[in-house]
């Protein structure tokens, strides 16, 4: 899946009373990986994924590398 150039590259979630979502992205502009956290509707899982990596919270490398190991930029 790619939103505006940026492609997803692995998701983590997170169940209980809400659907938590942690969104790794690859942006090749700025040759950069990017993690996102957020609350998914949890009704459909690639408009959760979409929402997320457009308007959730951007979380450190350091938290991000921890939940999905160390990141590659992926071409």
Do not use: R
Request: proline residues 3%; charged residues 20%.
């Amino acid at each position: 899946m790619k939103i505006n150039n940026v492609k997803v590259v692995q998701v983590h979630w997170f169940g209980g009373v809400d659907c938590i979502g942690v969104v790794h992205c690859y942006d090749p502009t700025t040759n950069e990986n990017k993690c996102y956290i957020g609350v998914g509707q949890g009704f459909d899982e690639n408009v959760d994924i979409y929402q997320i990596a457009k308007w959730g919270s951007k979380i450190p490398e350091e938290m991000a590398v921890s939940l999905f190991g160390e990141m590659e930029n992926y071409a």
